[in-house]
């Protein structure tokens, strides 16, 4: 479990495969992930506990004249060992180590911040008073769609460590961000 | 004999406690964590019933030895020997489960 989530430690550049897959959205200001880092964690701590305690009903043997709820299972011991205690602690650990790049990946989004921190009609205000003719519009139009190419270029998977993280629900919002924007603009072309 | 103590503690030592899928296929969390439980919830039952066959085939060897007439120039087996025997076996047991935990973590 350790080697496909966090990958060989003597083959530190193969490539893992992706085991989790996690939308990245937009939740009001800012991209996140949803499953959370933290959800991801859970999760292979579940499971990792799950293993661990696969011998919970394996009973230690001379036994056989001890009542059975008080009998010790051989997990008793297992889980002491120096071994399985370092296999865990790393497991717990795995997606720590993919926080940052995460973040910086989420970060990216911010460029288009200015979707949702300004109001488009705000904008467009402004934009009349600097008494644009056409030509000005259409050029303001035409960025419009040269961003929202740019969008849509956003690859739609990206790698982070075991994760695959999924873009078309942050590349709809944004895409559908930029739309009301040139609706706004587009509508007062003609007055 | 031996199939039921050595065979057994071999195929339980390679027990595989998790559920990975080896293609390329990604998994929800919950879908995941239900995978292994479901998986492990199997072989831990599986583990149980091997372990308690593999004990009572360490006494069913004891018993043999035992119940052997031996020639009255050779020494009875003492109860330390037999202790060491079942000893022995008790700890291969908790070996094959250790290396059957650690591998699937790993």
Redesign the interface.
């Known amino acids: 479990m350790k080697e496909r989530i966090c990958g060989r430690r003597n083959l530190p550049k193969q490539v893992l495969k992706p085991f989790f897959e996690v939308d990245v959205r937009l939740d009001g200001s800012q991209s996140v992930l949803k499953p959370s880092l933290q959800e991801v964690q859970d999760a292979i701590n579940k499971a990792a506990s799950h293993v661990l305690k696969s011998t919970k009903k394996v009973q230690l043997w001379f036994q056989k004249d001890v009542p059975e709820e008080e009998k010790e299972p051989f997990y008793n011991w297992i889980a002491k060992d120096k071994e399985i205690v370092k296999v865990i602690l790393l497991l717990t650990g795995s997606i720590q180590g993919t926080k940052n790049s995460v973040s910086k990946f989420l970060e990216g989004f911010s460029t288009y911040s200015w979707l949702w921190t300004k109001k488009p009609e705000d904008d467009l205000k402004r934009f009349r008073q600097t008494e644009p003719d056409l030509d000005d519009f259409e050029e303001k139009l035409k960025d419009f769609d040269l961003k929202n190419g740019q969008i849509e270029e956003i690859q739609s998977t990206h790698q982070i460590g075991a994760l695959s993280l999924k873009t078309i629900g942050v590349k709809e919002a944004l895409s559908n961000y930029l739309f009301q924007w040139k609706l706004v603009f587009s509508k007062d072309i003609h007055k | 004999m031996e199939n039921r103590i050595e065979n057994n503690l071999k195929a339980l030592s390679k027990t595989v406690?998790?559920n990975?899928p080896t293609d390329?296929a990604?998994?929800?969390?919950?879908d995941?964590?239900e995978m292994?439980?479901v998986w492990?919830e199997d072989?831990?039952?599986k583990?149980?019933s091997k372990?308690y066959e593999v004990?009572q085939a360490v006494e069913d060897l004891i018993q043999t030895i035992c119940s052997y007439t031996l020639d009255q120039h050779v020494e009875a087996i003492s109860a330390e020997e037999i202790q060491k025997l079942?000893k022995y076996?008790?700890w291969s047991?908790?070996q094959a489960?250790?290396h059957?935990?650690?591998y699937?973590?790993?």
Do not use: G, H, R, W
């Open positions: 406690l998790v990975l390329s990604t998994y929800t969390l919950d995941f964590v292994q439980s492990i072989e831990s039952k583990l149980k372990n004990e079942s076996y008790s047991m908790y489960l250790l059957a935990t650690k699937s973590l790993n």
